[in-house]
């Protein structure tokens, strides 16, 4: 059985850092994609970024892709979510999320999700 299981959100003001892990068991991480999803109140659920099986690149939405880093630890099983200089409009619950295969782009190549972790931003 695959879980996922984040960490690392908060309540920060804007400009602050936070890095969200997601250690994953029952799939190793570097096997298949890994990605961060969120979702704010009222608003659908929304693609970050992800990394991709084996080879690992990493991509990140163009609103992100400027402050956030995604990584993976192989030997710890874990990915990460660094978001630096964070704006009250990256308030949302973060997912973790395993994809079917070496790439995600949206919610339906998802077959696991994390519980979620809430990050709030204050101005």
């Known amino acids: 059985q695959v879980q996922l299981l984040e960490s690392g959100g908060g309540l920060v003001q804007a400009g602050d850092s936070l890095r969200l892990s997601c250690v994953a068991s029952g799939r190793a991480v570097s096997e298949y994609a890994m990605g961060w999803f969120r979702q704010a109140p009222g608003q659908e659920r929304e693609l970050v970024g992800g990394?991709?099986?084996?080879?690992?690149?990493?991509y990140l939405d163009d609103s992100v892709k400027r402050r956030f880093t995604i990584s993976r630890d192989n030997l710890t099983n874990t990915v990460y979510l660094q978001m630096n200089n964070l704006k009250p409009e990256d308030t949302a619950v973060y997912y973790c999320a395993s994809g079917r295969g070496w790439l995600i782009t949206t919610a339906s190549d998802i077959d696991y999700w994390g519980q979620g972790t809430q990050v709030t931003v204050s101005s």
């Open positions: 990394i991709t099986a084996t080879h690992g690149s990493t």
